[in-house]
Protein backbone atom coordinates (compact mmCIF):
# COMPACT_ATOMS: atom_id res chain seq x y z
CA UNK A 1 0.00 0.00 0.00
CA UNK A 2 1.48 3.15 -0.89
CA UNK A 3 2.49 5.99 1.07
CA UNK A 4 0.75 9.60 0.45
CA UNK A 5 1.22 12.59 2.05
CA UNK A 6 -1.84 15.17 2.45
CA UNK A 7 -1.07 18.89 2.72
CA UNK A 8 -4.35 21.07 4.19
CA UNK A 9 -4.60 24.34 5.09
CA UNK A 10 -2.78 23.68 8.93
CA UNK A 11 -1.70 20.04 8.86
CA UNK A 12 0.55 17.81 6.88
CA UNK A 13 -0.39 14.02 7.07
CA UNK A 14 1.24 11.07 6.45
CA UNK A 15 -0.43 8.14 5.74
CA UNK A 16 -0.71 4.56 4.10
CA UNK A 17 -3.84 4.58 1.33
CA UNK A 18 -4.91 2.21 -1.74
CA UNK A 19 -5.01 5.20 -4.21
CA UNK A 20 -5.50 8.79 -4.65
CA UNK A 21 -9.45 9.21 -3.88
CA UNK A 22 -8.83 6.89 -0.64
CA UNK A 23 -5.94 9.61 0.88
CA UNK A 24 -8.60 12.60 -0.09
CA UNK A 25 -11.04 10.63 1.86
CA UNK A 26 -8.57 9.93 4.94
CA UNK A 27 -7.96 13.73 4.92
CA UNK A 28 -11.63 14.43 4.53
CA UNK A 29 -12.55 12.29 7.49
CA UNK A 30 -10.24 13.33 10.00
CA UNK A 31 -10.22 17.12 9.17
CA UNK A 32 -13.55 18.09 7.28
CA UNK A 33 -13.09 21.76 7.46
CA UNK A 34 -9.92 22.24 6.33
CA UNK A 35 -9.11 22.24 2.20
CA UNK A 36 -6.60 19.80 0.93
CA UNK A 37 -3.97 22.25 -0.69
CA UNK A 38 -1.47 19.02 -1.85
CA UNK A 39 -1.90 15.32 -2.21
CA UNK A 40 1.52 13.79 -2.86
CA UNK A 41 2.74 9.89 -3.31
CA UNK A 42 5.94 9.30 -1.46
CA UNK A 43 8.05 7.01 -3.39
CA UNK A 44 8.99 4.63 -0.40
CA UNK A 45 7.61 3.17 1.89
CA UNK A 46 8.90 5.38 4.96
CA UNK A 47 8.85 8.66 6.10
CA UNK A 48 12.00 10.10 7.77
CA UNK A 49 11.82 13.22 9.94
CA UNK A 50 15.07 14.76 11.53
CA UNK A 51 15.20 14.90 15.25
CA UNK A 52 17.33 17.73 14.86
CA UNK A 53 15.21 19.43 12.65
CA UNK A 54 12.24 19.34 14.81
CA UNK A 55 14.38 20.60 17.94
CA UNK A 56 13.90 16.58 19.79
CA UNK A 57 17.37 15.50 21.86
CA UNK A 58 18.34 16.23 24.83
CA UNK A 59 16.43 19.70 25.56
CA UNK A 60 12.43 18.48 24.40
CA UNK A 61 11.07 15.69 24.79
CA UNK A 62 7.62 15.28 24.08
CA UNK A 63 4.93 14.82 26.36
CA UNK A 64 2.46 11.64 25.98
CA UNK A 65 -0.53 13.19 28.15
CA UNK A 66 0.28 16.69 25.80
CA UNK A 67 0.02 14.81 22.42
CA UNK A 68 -2.96 12.81 24.18
CA UNK A 69 -5.15 16.20 24.90
CA UNK A 70 -4.05 17.05 21.53
CA UNK A 71 -5.23 14.22 19.67
CA UNK A 72 -8.65 14.05 21.54
CA UNK A 73 -9.12 17.94 20.71
CA UNK A 74 -8.43 16.98 16.83
CA UNK A 75 -5.99 19.75 17.44
CA UNK A 76 -8.10 21.95 18.49
CA UNK A 77 -5.66 23.87 20.76
CA UNK A 78 -7.73 25.43 23.45
CA UNK A 79 -10.08 22.34 23.80
CA UNK A 80 -6.13 20.56 24.17
CA UNK A 81 -5.27 23.31 27.17
CA UNK A 82 -8.54 22.55 28.89
CA UNK A 83 -8.11 19.14 28.81
CA UNK A 84 -4.41 19.05 29.83
CA UNK A 85 -5.93 20.99 32.39
CA UNK A 86 -7.88 18.83 33.66
CA UNK A 87 -6.16 15.61 33.18
CA UNK A 88 -3.04 16.84 34.61
CA UNK A 89 -4.19 19.42 37.36
CA UNK A 90 -1.83 21.80 35.79
CA UNK A 91 -2.46 25.74 35.67
CA UNK A 92 -3.87 27.30 32.79
CA UNK A 93 0.04 28.57 31.63
CA UNK A 94 1.52 25.71 32.35
CA UNK A 95 -1.06 23.56 30.61
CA UNK A 96 -0.57 26.67 27.51
CA UNK A 97 3.52 25.99 27.67
CA UNK A 98 2.83 21.80 27.42
CA UNK A 99 0.36 22.11 24.30
CA UNK A 100 1.89 24.62 22.39
CA UNK A 101 5.31 22.59 22.78
CA UNK A 102 4.19 19.57 21.48
CA UNK A 103 2.27 21.43 18.72
CA UNK A 104 5.60 22.78 17.82
CA UNK A 105 6.98 19.40 16.90
CA UNK A 106 3.81 17.69 15.04
CA UNK A 107 1.67 15.73 17.33
Not at 16 to 38: D, M, V
Not at 89 to 100: P, Q, S
Request: hydrophobic share 45%; with cysteine; net charge neutral.
Amino acid sequence: MPLFEIETEAHIMIGWANSLEQAEHIAAKHYPEEKILRITRRPRDLWVISKGMLGLGEKFKPCDVARDCLARAAGDKLHAIRLYMLDTGADLNTARKAIEANMSVGW
